[in-house]
RNA sequence: GCGGAUAUGGUGAAGGGGUUAACACGGUGGAUUGUGGUUCCAUUAUGCUAGGGUUCGAAUCCCUAUAUCCGCCCCA
């Protein structure tokens, strides 16, 4: 038997109604946030992500999935959303011809060649938005505004949001030259992957978590120290937009991100349910001031957030959250022999086109079978075709779930059904 | 890339070397019930992830592979 690939899952059933769900309400916020839907390709040039998400960083390293075309062209499978969009918005030279700032929102999969566990496969959706043309810290935090509202129209409780800033490009590089500094005197401390992060990403030693208890952790400089004037003043501006939308935070001063393009504010909202597995970020985001300059575009700020919807799921699971899907149908349709299959099938199909769920049976099932079935769909309605109802055009329809029928003219059932079919 | 656990039907699973692989749910057929939801009967894995090995005999013991789950790293 042929396996689906290692890391990857199958939709189906109540989690493919819930998924939909989900995404029907993305759409929905996005609209009136207006925001514009982009969808760029699941393939990329190799370069975009290795200049993009930063050459060093373990995404490129060692879990993209790369591949050559007949062409011999080097491509790869994209680890995350934000590259892909900022190649687009360059090379549709939207700084030119939008209005600013060009506000996109995104949603698919993304492909990363990583160990599955729980929260984590090889394909996993997200949803995501990047603004673009615009520094105002008021941007900052709408981003954040649209997975704390999202998780709140879901009705997820247990979420912590997390911010810190690491300033911009001259805050942030006086900063990583400090904690260098700092942590190599005790070099010979620090755990095995920590002595690795101080060669590749210094800021990352922070939220480690086999070290976070040493005590050289407690006086590692703080990135808040080493900020600059208009770096300060951004952050704190970000405070304040955040309080006038009464959004709750942390600010935890450990927090960086793994990608390198991101410049002064950078966020995660991380679920607090107990059992959840370790994975617990739900989004992540932030400021990248530079990314569209890195990217051969003109001087651009821009900020962006992405979401796992796996781990969305997850959360909704684990905080026991009932979506309001709906699980049955209007009508079930019982032809009592072959004779009355053609008659059913068409009735069945007119039905449907005016807007009612309706199945019929398609197995030849005997009526006790039949009835059943119609359990099974929770069937508001149930219509037994046979002869008669065939030659008179009177159709007796029972009410499933009152055991009440009626009989009724062929052509007054759509009135009927409206009539009875109220929420 | 490193570490731990697990692998029996459509599903949940029992069995830890001895002839027909327990039980439950589900499916199908039938009986009963005022046209179903109750009850009853029958039926539903020549096979226990795959390939080797030990043995008179393997779902059960050993080896290898694969897959899944979980943790580390990293990330959403």
């Not at 190799?46 to 060692?62: C, M, P, Q, W």
């Not at 007949?70 to 030119?96: C, F, Q």
């Not at 009835?371 to 508001?380: G, H, I, Q, V």
């Amino acid at each position: 038997m042929i396996q689906k690939a290692k890391g990857t899952y199958d939709v189906y059933g109540q989690y493919g109604k819930r998924l939909l769900y989900i995404e029907d309400l993305i759409e929905g916020l996005m609209e009136k946030y207006n925001y514009e839907y982009f969808r760029t390709p699941i393939f990329e040039s190799s370069n975009l992500f290795h200049r993009g998400v930063g050459e060093a960083t373990d995404i490129v390293t060692k879990e993209t999935y790369d591949f050559k075309d007949r062409g011999n062209r080097d491509l790869t499978l994209r680890p995350e959303g934000t590259a892909g969009i900022v190649r687009s918005y360059i090379e549709n030279k939207m700084y030119g011809n939008h209005s600013i700032p060009v506000k996109a929102w995104y949603y698919g999969p993304m492909y990363r060649y990583e160990r599955p566990q729980s929260g984590r496969f090889r394909e996993f959706y997200q949803f995501g938005v990047e603004v673009f043309g615009s520094n105002d810290p008021m941007v900052d935090v709408e981003v954040i505004s649209i997975p704390v509202n999202l998780y709140k129209l879901l009705g997820l409780k247990e979420i912590k949001v997390n911010i810190n800033t690491l300033g911009d490009s001259e805050s942030r590089s006086n900063y990583r030259e400090a904690l260098v500094e700092y942590f190599r005197p005790y070099l010979n401390d620090l755990c095995e992957d920590c002595k690795d992060r101080f060669n590749k990403n210094p800021l990352r030693i922070l939220d480690c978590k086999v070290d976070a208890n040493l005590e050289i952790m407690k006086h590692a400089p703080k990135t808040i120290d080493y900020l600059n004037e208009t770096s300060k003043k951004h952050f704190e501006n970000v405070k304040k937009y955040l309080s006038a939308l009464n959004i709750d935070y942390v600010v935890n001063t450990n927090l960086v991100r793994g990608l390198d393009y991101y410049t002064h504010t950078v966020f995660e909202v991380e679920a607090k349910v107990k059992g959840f597995g370790s994975q617990n970020v739900l989004c992540g985001g932030g400021r990248y001031d530079n990314l569209v300059e890195t990217l051969d575009g003109p001087k651009t700020s821009g900020v962006g957030f992405a979401l796992g919807m796996e781990r969305l799921i997850a959360a909704l699971d684990y905080e026991k959250i009932e979506l309001p899907i709906v699980n049955n149908i209007d009508l079930y349709i019982i032809p009592v022999s072959e004779n009355e299959k053609d008659y059913s099938f068409n009735m069945c199909m007119d039905l449907r086109l005016n807007g009612f769920i309706v199945e019929i049976d398609y197995n030849n099932r005997n009526l006790k079978n039949n009835f059943k079935n119609a359990d099974r769909l929770n069937s508001k309605f149930v219509m037994i075709i046979g002869e008669e109802e065939v030659k008179t055009g009177i159709i007796t329809i029972k009410n499933n779930i009152t055991k009440e029928e009626n009989k009724i003219k062929k052509e007054d059932l759509i009135n009927f059904l409206d009539e009875n079919i109220g929420e």
